[in-house]
């Protein structure tokens, strides 16, 4: 029961792999589910141009998985579109590894609870689940978007999948901009709660079980 939340997948520090790969099995099976696109597709436009195989935004998490040392034959690409509620349910039972891209958190979300009824499935996973950006945020029951990296170009807050207890808040590909990092500091005093800022070549990795965090790369902690 380990959650791994980042900001990117490429980039990331040496150690954040190294870290992973102690918890990974060479034959562990991985779902992704590169459903954060920014509008509405389809299942051919999923499929051939969005996470078209072997261009760069596919290429991107395969690699990720490959240097993390997952078979590529263990992948499976979930697509909202053409795969039954039925299948994908399989899919998440049948996986060790579930892994959210980032891209737009709200479609990710829609997709899994509203349209594919996922949430309970997710919410209960026993394996190992990573995010990306968006998909690292919504592992929280609630979450926060700032002004820089929201679509919509204002501060918000939002509901998550619920996967982690929230111990904390994270901001993703944190700015080093002193008033950006100011920010982080007043939500944490407001709400009450840690922030951690992930830049983008951070990574936190929780057990979920213990809810005991480490954190990996640049990442900087305001309580």
């Known amino acids: 029961m380990i959650s791994v939340l980042l900001s990117k997948v490429n980039g990331i520090d040496k150690n954040v792999c190294k870290e992973i790969k102690k918890i990974i099995n060479k034959d562990y099976k991985v779902a992704i589910f590169p459903w954060a696109f920014p509008v509405e597709l389809d299942a051919d436009k999923l499929e051939n141009e969005y996470f078209k195989v072997g261009e760069s935004r596919y290429q991107r998490y395969i690699d990720f998985l490959d240097n993390i040392g997952i078979n590529k034959n263990n992948i499976v690409i979930c697509n909202c ?13 049948e996986s060790d590894i579930l892994l959210f891209p980032g891209g737009n958190p709200e479609m990710l979300y829609s997709k899994i609870v509203q349209e594919k009824e996922l949430l309970y499935d997710i919410k209960h996973f026993k394996g190992i689940v990573i995010g990306e950006s968006a998909g690292a945020v919504l592992q929280l029951k609630r979450y926060f978007i700032t002004a820089k990296n929201n ?19 994270i901001d993703v590909h944190t700015d080093s901009n002193v008033n950006y990092l100011n920010r982080l500091k007043e939500i944490s005093l407001e709400k009450k709660i840690d922030v951690y800022a992930i830049y983008d070549d951070g990574c936190i990795v929780v057990n979920r079980k213990t809810n005991e965090i480490k954190t990996f790369g640049h990442v900087d902690i305001f309580k």
Not at 81 to 93: A, E, P, V, W
Not at 151 to 169: H, K, Q, R, T
């Open 81 to 93: 579109y053409s795969d039954s509620k039925t299948n994908l349910k399989r899919i998440i039972k």
């Open 151 to 169: 679509y919509y170009g204002y501060e918000a807050f939002y509901d998550g999948f619920g996967i982690l207890n929230d111990p904390f808040y």
